[in-house]
């Protein structure tokens, strides 16, 4: 798997432009949601390549990243006569990066495209790395395939109309970056003031935490070994986020990482020794920023049994991404049900549950 570029622009018109003059195709497809579409896509009025571009508009949010939606995107593709020499732009969050990667490489076998993110949870997470996919039967991306973007073009223009919920979505997976990288980059990370927000500060971290990202990919493209620690906060946050679907109370997945994020440092501690302190410290931030996830005991059960579903899992067990300590990664560590359940009860002692 090659590398994809990452590219931060101010100009993103003339930068898709300029991408898309080395290439030869014969149709080019614009993807968006409903949302991006309204919002985002007018910020490309200038790109005189994407002036007679298709237009796909799919329905906004995660839960519509299904294989109804994966189906709709193909048969635009196939009423409007793509060819494996057609190019598309998936433009939008992780919803629309991760389902349009997917349509792209599985049409015709695969045709080319590039992600513009237009949130700061797409451009950290899943716009970067290859990954690709929907969700299927309850879970999360549980069907896809890696293959990267032939580039991605990341824009401070998107960003300065979120709202403060959706940068904090994406300021979860940074903070885990963080915890896998080195103690200054964690640290710098815990002292950014969203009741203020630096929205300079906010980009120059964004663009050191894409770099780790990048880093880790180009080692381990297909998730073999420390691609792993890319999963740090995922596997519970998957069972939160499942599980808020069933409530019928859709949490970000950001959220759902960051509260992850502890109960994961929580089995951290456990079996590593990863420190308290740290564990109160991110607990901190978190609880003034993000709030809970309300649990109870009742529910111990069925978030276990999500988590035994997880793609990472090899045999019974449940797999964990842990740290010894920030930048001190473990991969492939196992827990018994009795120890997450152990993680939770602590998690709503932290939290106040």
């Not at 502890?262 to 978190?286: A, K, N």
């Not at 999500?306 to 920030?326: A, P, Q």
Request: aromatic share 10%; with cysteine; charged share 25%.
């Amino acid at each position: 798997m090659s590398k994809q570029p990452v590219i931060f622009t101010q100009n993103i018109s003339e930068s898709i432009d300029e991408i898309l003059s080395r290439y030869s195709y014969d149709k080019l497809f614009v993807l968006t949601d409903r949302n991006t579409f309204k919002f985002a896509f007018p910020l490309l009025e200038n790109s005189k390549l994407c002036s007679n571009a298709e237009q796909i508009i799919i329905e906004a949010d995660d839960t519509h990243k299904n294989l109804e939606a994966l189906t709709s995107v193909w048969k635009i593709l196939s009423d409007k006569h793509a060819t494996r020499r057609s190019f598309m732009i998936n433009l939008g969050g992780g919803m629309v990066t991760d389902l349009g990667g997917f349509a792209a490489s599985t049409f015709k076998r695969g045709i080319r495209y590039i992600n513009i993110p237009t949130t700061l949870l797409g451009a950290v997470d899943a716009a970067v790395g290859g990954k690709t996919g929907i969700n299927f039967n309850g879970l999360k991306n549980e069907i896809g395939v890696f293959n990267p973007a032939e580039s991605v073009l990341i824009s401070t223009v998107f960003f300065k109309t979120l709202s403060r919920e959706h940068l904090l979505s994406g300021y979860a997976e940074m903070l885990k970056h963080g915890l896998i990288s080195t103690p200054d980059t964690y640290n710098k990370l815990l002292t950014l003031d969203f009741s203020d927000l630096d929205l300079d500060k906010l980009l120059g971290l964004l663009e050191e935490s894409v770099k780790v990202k990048e880093h880790i990919v180009e080692v381990d493209p297909f998730e073999k070994n420390i691609r792993k620690s890319l999963n740090l906060g995922h596997t519970v946050g998957h069972a939160f986020e499942s599980l808020s679907h069933e409530r019928k109370s859709p949490i970000q997945h950001g959220y759902a990482v960051a509260w992850g994020l502890i109960c994961e440092l929580l089995l951290s501690h456990m079996h590593l020794g990863f420190p308290v302190e740290r564990i109160r410290q991110l607990s901190t931030f978190i609880a003034d920023n993000y709030g809970a996830f309300p649990i109870t005991c009742e529910d111990y059960d069925s978030l276990y049994e999500k988590m035994t579903h997880d793609k990472k899992n090899e045999s019974d067990s449940v797999n964990f991404t842990l740290l010894k300590d920030v930048g001190i990664v473990e991969i492939n560590q196992t827990a018994t049900k009795e120890e997450i359940c152990t993680a939770f009860d602590l998690y709503r002692d932290l939290f106040h549950l």
